[in-house]
């Protein structure tokens, strides 16, 4: 499994953006939870506006709980923003 989020939202200049914001912080408390509460392993690779995270070893039910959440949140934001946020899910 692999999460990927790429860009800035542009809803405001850097610095003010809180559709950034909010995505940042819900992508930084899923990361902090999974490592926090359950035993995954995870690789990321974060760089200006560009985060990956990998789990090599798969991911056990609790992980897959707080990745559903992120989904979750990362998706309210975007019904009410979409031109400023797109979700797309992928299964490989």
Known sequence: MQFLSTGHAGYSEEGSDIICAAVSALIINTMNSIEQFTDDSFEEETKDGY????????MSDKGRLLMDSLIL???FIEQNNNQYLTVK???V
């Open 51 to 58: 985060v990956k995270v990998s789990f090599p070893d798969g």
């Open 73 to 75: 949140g990362l998706t």
């Open 89 to 91: 899910i992928r299964e």
